[in-house]
């Protein structure tokens, strides 16, 4: 790599806003907060809205949506009007 070209990367600790769940991992983004972190050494600290602690998808909290019983109670209510028309 070219030296003086890549920006800093170094260890910074993500926290989830909503759960508190908080990961250590390596980026190049930059914090002033700072969190002390197990190790005992203290790491730029990132507040991000969501993660895979709060993601539906990670968590398993997904809905699931039925588009086939949505078109089924549309045709309940609403009936088969005519054929296509073109």
Do not use: N
């Not at 969190?35 to 895979?52: E, K, M, N």
């Amino acid at each position: 790599m070219k030296p003086d070209i890549h920006p800093d990367y170094h260890p910074v600790v993500f926290q989830d806003r909503s759960t508190g769940d908080a990961f250590l991992t390596r980026s190049t983004v930059t914090s002033e907060r700072t969190v002390a972190w197990s190790d005992g050494r203290t790491y730029p600290l990132v507040v991000v809205d969501i993660s895979s602690y709060s993601h539906p998808f990670w968590t398993g909290t997904r809905r699931i949506l039925d588009t086939a019983g949505q078109v089924e109670k549309f045709h309940r209510r609403y009936g088969q009007r005519g054929g296509a028309r073109y």
